[in-house]
């Protein structure tokens, strides 16, 4: 089992940055495949970035590539999800997950989920 939870949600003003964070306990982290997806109102669970466990391929949904940044830390148990130039749009519930899967940016791959963190960007 891996236990997943979020932090670093809030409210932002468009243009502006916030730094997701998820801190993993239970199974070896970095053995897994970390990613961060997102819900918003009324719209089906994206994907939005994934890192391998060494870190060695990332990938960025086409929506948020040049503007958020997923990185980890296995040292801490940690993935990041650095989020800049914000719109309003990017509102949404963010979710971490951690996969053993084959396929990083589908949902259906990962096995564990976090809670999830509110992101509000407004304009």
């Known amino acids: 089992q891996v236990q997943l939870r979020e932090s670093g949600g809030g409210l932002v003003l468009a243009g502006g940055s916030l730094r997701l964070s998820c801190a993993a306990s239970?199974?070896?982290?970095?053995?897994?495949?970390m990613g961060w997806f997102r819900q918003a109102p009324g719209k089906e669970r994206a994907f939005v970035a994934s890192?391998?466990?060494?870190?060695?391929?990332?990938d960025y949904a086409d929506s948020v590539k040049g503007r958020f940044t997923i990185s980890r830390d296995n040292a801490k148990n940690t993935v990041y999800l650095q989020m800049n130039s914000l719109k309003p749009e990017d509102t949404a519930v963010y979710y971490c997950?951690?996969?053993?899967?084959?396929?990083?940016?589908?949902?259906?791959?990962?096995?564990?989920w976090g809670q999830g963190t509110q992101v509000t960007v407004s304009s």
């Open positions: 239970g199974r070896t982290f970095s053995s897994f495949t």
């Open positions: 890192i391998t466990w060494l870190g060695g391929r990332t």
């Open positions: 997950a951690a996969s053993t899967g084959l396929i990083p940016t589908a949902a259906k791959s990962y096995q564990y």
